[in-house]
């Protein structure tokens, strides 16, 4: 029997509803872990196809927790086939028409550097910060990591204290960091 709250996926239809709700931050979300437009792509090609393909197995209660999850999973296997985590040189495109030669060599850098701080985080509250860049509010990360949203909100407090105590040491100004965490919104929000 289903639930009020059970998805089901059994026309495509209701696949192309889901796919057209929830592709643009799912996306985003695998473009920030892959680093990479078109592997971000393949990413999730494979899981609408993977979910098409299971439609008469699946239970899903909660799909966006459910399409993250498989976002993720198929992210980190992507990262661990290539074996790398360096940032591309043109994974944040500054728009030529939107800024001033200078202004985009200093919001490139403020991207670079609040990007550099963030990877210094252990893993996990790497990946919360990056969910959390997407939009995802702490209990949609809770879900998407199947873990409680007191964790959640503890890796969050010590990963801005972190981002503090890198920013202090390494002599960035907040203004700098600042910039760069506005952009990275901004850019996740456009990408």
């Known amino acids: ?9 059994n026309t495509l239809h209701n696949l192309e509803t889901i ?3 929830h592709y643009s931050y799912l996306f985003r979300y695998v473009h920030t ?12 090609s494979d899981m609408f196809l993977n979910l098409w393909m ?52 200093v919001a490139k850098e403020s991207v670079k550097i609040v990007e550099r701080l963030i990877n210094k985080l252990p893993a996990m509250r790497k990946e919360i910060i990056q969910l959390r860049l997407t939009g995802l509010k702490n209990h949609e990360i809770a879900k998407v ?5 007191k964790k959640i909100e503890y890796h969050m407090r010590e990963a801005i204290e972190q981002l503090g105590y890198y920013m202090r040491h390494e002599n960035y100004d907040r ?17």
């Open 1 to 9: 029997m289903q639930t009020e709250s059970e998805v089901k996926i």
């Open 19 to 21: 796919f057209r709700e």
């Open 33 to 44: 872990m892959v680093k990479d437009e078109d592997e971000a792509k393949d990413v999730l």
């Open 54 to 105: 299971q439609k008469d197995n699946l239970q899903i209660t909660n799909i966006k927790a459910y399409l993250f999850r498989a976002a993720r999973n198929g992210a980190l296997k992507t990262l661990t086939a290539r074996q790398t985590d360096e940032l591309t040189e043109n994974c944040w495109n500054i728009s030529e028409q939107a800024f001033s030669p200078f202004e985009r060599l």
């Open 145 to 149: 990591l199947d873990v409680t949203e």
């Open 175 to 191: 203004a700098t960091i600042a910039g760069g965490l506005l952009l990275v919104n901004v850019m996740l929000t456009f990408i």
